[in-house]
């Protein structure tokens, strides 16, 4: 539900599986490869629905703290936390799942937080987290081409370390600095049992139902594109109203 380079791509790869069924794909040439860049990637409905029913945070609440903590006041405006908690609710609502951590810039917290295809985690027999894996690229641009290579931050309550798409350590690993695992989980179904259909899937209807929008709007126009075309041909090379009353 983020709107930028990065999203738009993974929306359009998505309607791509979603339409692979229903097309031939093994050639370069065929329909649905050739138009790749042309797959729509509107998200209105999804963003729509969650506006309308999403409501935590839309209008930013008043928190107080006894005794008054002038530390945390400022940290919270630094944040933008009404506004960040706001796209929380609203990604849990969609995903069931996403987790969360303070980070600074500049001396300034910000809140990241991180939607459950980028991140893996493991938990013990009561159900607390042990380990979590969080993706991140890494770009190299020592090379002619830059090339994105998959990366994890890796946390334990001990440890951080940085490892590769093998699992392979890139540095030796620190001690955590923080004494716990950085990143909270926010869920609207503790259990996990929604994990099952996607991540998370609470509204799974609702991302199909947006899916099926977007490969509408693209048969509809490739539709209107080809049979406008032919009428060009047929227009422009000859076609006239005692032609067409024959």
């Known amino acids: 539900i983020v709107d930028n380079e990065?999203?738009?791509?993974?929306?359009?790869?998505?309607?791509?599986?979603?339409?692979?069924?229903?097309?031939a794909t093994d050639k370069d040439t065929d329909s649905l490869n050739t138009l790749f860049p042309s797959l729509p990637t509107d998200n209105g409905y999804?963003?729509?629905?969650?506006?309308?029913?999403c409501g935590l945070f839309r209008v930013p609440p008043t928190i107080s703290f006894d005794p008054e903590e002038e530390i945390i006041t400022e940290l919270l405006e630094q944040s933008n936390f009404s506004f960040t908690m706001k796209k929380v609710h609203e990604t849990v609502k969609l995903l069931n799942e996403v987790?969360?951590?303070?980070?600074?810039v500049d001396g300034r917290m910000k809140l990241q937080f991180v939607t459950p295809d980028k991140y893996r985690y493991s938990v013990d027999e009561y159900n607390r987290i042990t380990?979590?894996?969080?993706?991140?690229?890494?770009?190299d641009e020592r090379?002619?081409?830059?090339?994105?290579?998959?990366?994890?931050?890796?946390?334990?309550?001990?440890?951080?370390?940085?490892?590769?798409?093998?699992?392979i350590d890139i540095a030796p690993a620190q001690p955590n600095p923080y004494?716990?695992?950085?990143?909270?989980?926010i869920s609207l179904d503790e259990s996990g049992i929604d994990r099952r259909e996607m991540w998370g899937g609470s509204l799974w209807?609702?991302?199909?139902?947006?899916?099926?929008?977007?490969?509408?709007?693209?048969?509809?126009?490739q539709n209107l594109t080809y049979n406008g075309f032919s009428m060009w041909v047929l227009l422009n090379f000859g076609l006239t109203e005692q032609n067409l009353k024959m």
Not at 46 to 53: D, H
Not at 99 to 104: C, E, K
Not at 205 to 221: G, T
């Open 179 to 185: 004494g716990r695992i950085p990143y909270l989980v």
């Open 131 to 139: 380990e979590i894996w969080v993706h991140y690229q890494h770009v």
């Open 99 to 104: 987790i969360v951590r303070p980070y600074f």
């Open 205 to 221: 209807e609702l991302l199909k139902a947006q899916l099926y929008a977007n490969k509408l709007d693209f048969l509809s126009d």
């Open 46 to 53: 999804i963003k729509r629905v969650l506006r309308n029913i």
């Open 6 to 23: 990065i999203t738009e791509e993974e929306r359009r790869e998505l309607l791509y599986s979603y339409l692979k069924p229903q097309f």
């Open 143 to 167: 090379l002619r081409d830059w090339v994105n290579e998959d990366r994890f931050h890796v946390w334990t309550a001990d440890t951080y370390r940085k490892v590769n798409s093998q699992g």
